[in-house]
């Protein structure tokens, strides 16, 4: 007996088979990221449908970035569906490839200790400031004000460990 196939001729869309790339993102979350993510999920899922629309994410995103994203951003996001609901597996797999493309707490200690000339541990805030508002994904000075505003800064120098845990608490 032969396979079922879907016949395209016949109006029937094949199905989409995932990437590669993003089965093995989601297999590598952690636990614990796994099982926050799923209550974030749940959190965000207010009608109880088991899928987010677009208008929850923006709020989602709004209220976890503390500012609205763009049309282009949410577009972005929910191109990366196919047209498919954001279910439970989607969200996971989405930010699972995300968290996946975040450098390791070690790495981004590394880069702040070839900033840290003194081998102090600190290393100037302003400097800080112009890199992360000029280099790579550039920051807005709101965006660095928050951040600086949740760090503490003595004699215009930032400990960078401190930095570092901030943003391991931000990715989960």
């Known amino acids: ?10 109006g029937h869309k ?3 088979v995932p990437k590669r790339g993003s089965i ?6 952690e636990p614990h990221q ?6 974030f999920f749940r959190l965000i899922d207010t009608n109880n449908k088991g899928v987010i629309e677009k208008e929850y994410l923006r709020t989602m995103l709004t209220l976890w970035n503390g500012s609205a994203p763009t049309e282009e951003c949410l577009d972005e996001m929910l191109n990366d569906t196919c047209g498919v609901p954001l279910n439970i597996t989607l969200f996971l ?6 968290l996946r493309d975040v450098d390791s707490p070690e790495t981004i200690n590394h880069a702040f200790q070839c900033m840290d000339i003194d081998n102090s541990g600190t290393i100037n805030a302003q400097e800080l400031r112009v890199w992360l508002v000029t280099k790579g994904d550039c920051l807005t000075d709101a965006e660095v004000d928050e951040i600086f505003s949740r760090m503490t ?5 930032l400990e960078y460990d401190a930095f570092v ?8």
């Not at 093995?24 to 979350?29: H, K, Q, S, V, Y």
């Not at 797999?93 to 995300?98: G, H, I, R, S």
């Open 24 to 29: 093995r993102a989601l297999a590598e979350l």
């Open 165 to 172: 845990k901030m943003f391991q608490n931000i990715q989960l």
């Open 34 to 39: 796994s099982a926050e993510l799923r209550e």
């Open 93 to 98: 797999t989405l930010f699972a490839q995300k």
């Open 1 to 10: 007996m032969a396979p079922l196939r879907s016949n395209p001729s016949k």
């Open 14 to 16: 094949p199905r989409r």
């Open 153 to 157: 800064i003595k004699d215009g120098r």
